[in-house]
């Protein structure tokens, strides 16, 4: 068994981003140099956020501001166009964000966009071209013409979750894996849980005797440095435990994986 995370809720707190991201507000933002389809745009930075066991989207560009601040990205890197987690794919003309599935209300849209031109426009894109009028504003395009693009990944810690214990049983990479694509289809990030004080600790055993659970993996593990555990959701080392009786005791020098049991 295992137990998902799901957070909804951002706090503040952060730290620096991985090298080559920018940090804006709580998010780190990560533009490409490869050329790709939207839909492999979008494949892409879900891949690149899990390398920092985090969920990654294509970005979110929901205010003046984060349009200011990915301009002057796109200024230092010398982009001329990049794809951004906005499309239309569903509805004509409704265009939402990739990240949190909210319909867009602010927009940025270039002259005569969106246009949809030859009714096969889906994709938005910034975009630059002077002469014709789009200074780091937005055009839909179409979905298949490769194009640069821009990863977000939400860089915080979470306070307020939800949380989802399987009835499957998993190694720990696959409960990882699958808390992952479960939070996906809310359009979420999620993670294996993170138990960091006593309360959420009596929360979870509450919920596993509700659900009758003999045992579910947390999000904690000492893969890395042997004793050293860190928590999968935020990375961060661990300071709170509740062990069981002689544990932990890396039975075979090979135990390496916590389990609430
Ligand atoms: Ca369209
Ligand atoms: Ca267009
Ligand atoms: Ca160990």
Known sequence: M???VLAFVATV????????????????FFLSRDNETF????????????????????????DAKTQQFLTDLMIKINSIGMYIGLN???????????????????????????NNRGGNENCVAMRVDPVIGFNYSWTDGPCTVPTTYICE??????KDKCFFLSRDNETFADSLKLCEVIGRQYGRSASLATV?????QQFL?????KINSIGMYIGLNDLVTEGEFHWIA?????TYFNWGPTQPNNRGGNENCVAMS
Request: charged content about 20%; proline content about 3%.
């Open 88 to 114: 239309d794919l569903v509805t004509e003309g409704t265009f939402h964000w990739v990240a949190n599935g909210k319909q867009a209300t602010y927009f940025n849209w270039g002259p005569t966009q969106p």
């Open 234 to 238: 935020n990375g961060k080392q661990a």
């Open 13 to 28: 707190v952060f730290s620096s981003c991985p090298t080559s991201w920018s940090h804006y507000k709580d998010k780190c």
């Open 196 to 200: 960091d004080d006593a309360k959420t």
């Open 39 to 62: 839909a492999d745009s979008l494949k892409l930075c879900e891949v690149i956020g899990r390398q920092y066991g985090r969920s990654a989207s294509l970005a979110t560009v929901d």
């Open 153 to 158: 990944m939400v860089w915080t810690h979470y």
């Open 2 to 4: 295992k137990l998902c």
């Open 205 to 209: 055993a509450n919920l596993m005797i």
